[in-house]
């Protein structure tokens, strides 16, 4: 059974700061791996999407990483804002579901100005 | 572009009354729609997944149930709610053949 981990659950940060969340799932039969921004009280936000096949996407401060065969993802934020204050979650879709995507509990991060 | 819409925002309801939630979506056809709820400090939990009309997929066994009446229209419902049942609710959707999902603003459910 895919379980999806993500450590730590809190984080509070100085603003200007570089910071990396991190993403671990137990079973490497993944077709995709996404992060989601969740602000509170809202609706999930997608923010980066990548393949099994990918190693690395790209958006803007945001640079998230795969390594399936370790079975881990990390999302890297640049320079640090007090606007990306927020929870993050990331999600996998097996490799034999084509709609189920299965969710960690998120890192709530925190920016302080 | 598109939008899509949950209410209500937020519901109070005592145990053992019945639960209808509802979800619409504006500027796509047949969508692809998801229920999912999330618990405190917990992950989202996929509930419920349609592909089209009257077609509804169920992913945990409890007492909700979903229906989809028409195409962009998915409604949550229970005849009688539990004290486990309290959560935030959220729908989605997204069009086949694609992976990006996009979220309602969720409906925070409080049984009493």
């Known amino acids: 059974k895919q379980e999806v981990t993500q450590i730590p659950a809190a984080l509070s940060v100085p603003e200007g700061e570089n910071l990396v969340l991190n993403c671990s799932f137990t079973d490497s039969a993944i077709y995709n791996l996404q992060w989601f921004r969740q602000d509170p009280g809202k609706g999930l936000t997608s923010l980066l999407l990548?393949?099994?096949?990918?190693r690395e996407q790209t958006s803007g401060r945001l640079n998230a990483s795969l390594d399936k065969s370790s079975g881990r993802s990390t999302l890297y934020i640049a320079a640090s804002q007090p606007g990306d204050s927020a929870t993050y979650l990331c999600a996998v879709r097996p490799s034999d579901s084509s709609y189920k995507l299965i969710f960690g509990s998120g890192t709530r991060l925190l920016v302080r100005p | 572009s598109q939008t899509i819409h949950q209410w209500p925002a937020t519901l109070v309801q005592p145990v053992g009354s019945p639960l209808s939630l509802e979800c619409t979506v504006e500027g796509t056809s047949n969508p692809n729609l998801y229920w999912y709820r999330q618990a405190a400090g917990r992950g989202l939990q996929l509930l419920f997944y349609s592909v089209g009309i009257g077609q509804i997929s169920s992913e945990v066994p409890q007492n909700l149930s979903a229906s989809r009446p028409q195409d962009r229209q998915f409604i949550l419902s229970s005849k009688k709610l539990l004290l486990s049942d309290s959560g935030f609710y959220l729908c989605?959707?997204?069009?086949?053949?694609?992976?990006?999902?996009?979220f309602g603003p969720g409906t925070r459910l409080l049984v009493l």
């Open positions: 989605a959707w997204k069009l086949a053949g694609t992976e990006t999902q996009y």
């Open positions: 990548i393949q099994s096949s990918q």
